[in-house]
């Protein structure tokens, strides 16, 4: 019975956190602000009462995009027209965002999960900067797990790159590229009716091109959104490969993407 299931799987399941630590300095795509943090109170500027209780406070600044993060609908338009065709020209304001298809309408995500570790099924640690990820590495990779793509999964693809988190440049090698789907990897995942899917890296998909190519794919066309800069790492040491998804973007009014902090249970 589905309590029984969940009653072992709370008591026994590992989880695992896929969110990134976010700190000043962190690696942030090109197109999107730098994450900016200043603690606004310190304990002792101001106390209440005999006791001297202090509060301490502070204050962010970040993008949609910063950080471990996932994609609204309407993030990526084409000639203006998003996802089933819809021009956004009148449905965005610079002060109220986008008043369809933002990230508010995406609900909490409860999903089965699927890791495709393309690393570890060619034997590698991570993937070179050049390496483009396909329907066949996708489909092997599944195979190579035993688990298959079914319908409204969210599929997870590890290239290792997490490794170059703390080293800014490397990680984001906006000269070099970075490795990631490709075209017919995309077009294979929506063939497969995911509900979303995501990845270690800061643009998903190979780079160069810049233009991405399976934004447009995925989003525009079929209404997949899509995470990035997960944390696959301890999934991928434990190898585990199947298990349940848990994400909740923010509730931003008009927000084309949202910060994210993802677990899995397994």
Not at 177 to 191: C, I, K, T, Y
Request: aromatic share 8%.
């Amino acid at each position: 019975m589905l309590a029984d299931y969940l009653s072992e799987l709370l008591n026994k399941g590992q989880v695992f956190d896929l969110g990134q630590l976010i700190f000043p300095g962190m690696p942030h795509h090109p197109n999107q602000p730098p994450f900016g943090y200043t603690l606004l109170k310190k304990h002792g500027d101001i106390t209440l009462h005999e006791e001297r209780i202090s509060f301490c406070s502070d204050i962010f600044m970040m993008g949609g995009h910063t950080g471990t993060h996932l994609d609204a609908v309407a993030h990526v338009a084409r000639n203006n027209r998003v996802f089933n065709d819809v021009d956004i020209s009148d449905y965005q304001d610079y002060q109220n965002g986008l008043e369809i298809m933002g990230i508010d309408t995406t609900p909490p995500i409860v999903k089965k999960g699927v890791l495709l570790d393309i690393p570890e099924l060619l034997g590698l640690d991570v993937l070179p900067h050049d390496f483009g990820i396909g329907e066949e590495e996708l489909q092997q990779a599944s195979q190579n797990a035993g688990v298959e793509i079914e319908k409204a999964d969210v599929v997870l693809i590890r290239t290792g790159w997490m490794r170059f988190w703390e080293d800014r440049k490397k990680y984001l090698s906006v000269e070099d590229g970075v490795p990631g789907v490709v075209e017919d990897g995309a077009r294979f995942l929506a063939s497969k009716e995911i509900a979303f899917t995501g990845t270690d890296t800061a643009a998903y998909e190979r780079t160069p091109p810049h233009h991405l190519p399976c934004h447009v794919i995925l989003l525009i066309e079929n209404g997949i959104q899509i995470m990035e800069m997960i944390n696959l790492e301890k999934l991928s040491k434990a190898k585990v490969y199947s298990f349940l998804f848990i994400a909740l973007p923010l509730k931003i009014r008009g927000g084309t993407g949202s910060p994210i902090r993802p677990i899995a249970v397994a």
